[in-house]
């Protein structure tokens, strides 16, 4: 069955950076655009960025562009996320995602979940 497990999480200061990674199994990962979302709490999940098949077409929310890079690595069945210039409103459990099909559509939402990994940002 599909298994997505987030790690790299933790606690750093503001103006900090991270790196978390999404590990995928029991599919073929390289078939499917993948995605990261975050929820704070007492808020609804959103969006973050996504990428396609290929690693070749990225999306971000406006608030992570030009702080955040999402990449991935087909060989290794690995989705990243890096992470510069964190704010406190960066704070939240990022979970990673498989969307359906090779690219991702804006506004999509993934078919499966990893368990998701927590940031926390002290400002």
């Known amino acids: 069955q599909v298994q997505l497990v987030e790690s790299g999480g933790g606690l750093v200061q503001a103006g900090g950076s991270l790196g978390l990674a999404c590990a995928a199994s029991?599919?073929?990962?390289?078939?499917?655009?993948m995605g990261w979302f975050r929820q704070a709490p007492g808020k609804e999940r959103e969006f973050v960025s996504a990428i396609g098949w290929l690693g070749a077409t990225t999306a971000y929310a406006d608030s992570v562009k030009g702080r955040f890079t999402i990449s991935r690595d087909n060989a290794k069945n690995t989705l990243y996320l890096r992470m510069n210039s964190l704010k406190a409103a960066d704070t939240a459990v990022y979970y990673c995602?498989?969307?359906?099909?090779?690219?991702?559509?804006?506004?999509?939402?993934?078919?499966?979940w990893g368990q998701g990994t927590q940031v926390t940002v002290s400002s």
């Open positions: 995602g498989q969307f359906k099909g090779l690219i991702y559509t804006s506004g999509a939402t993934p078919e499966y």
């Open positions: 029991g599919f073929t990962f390289r078939n499917y655009a």
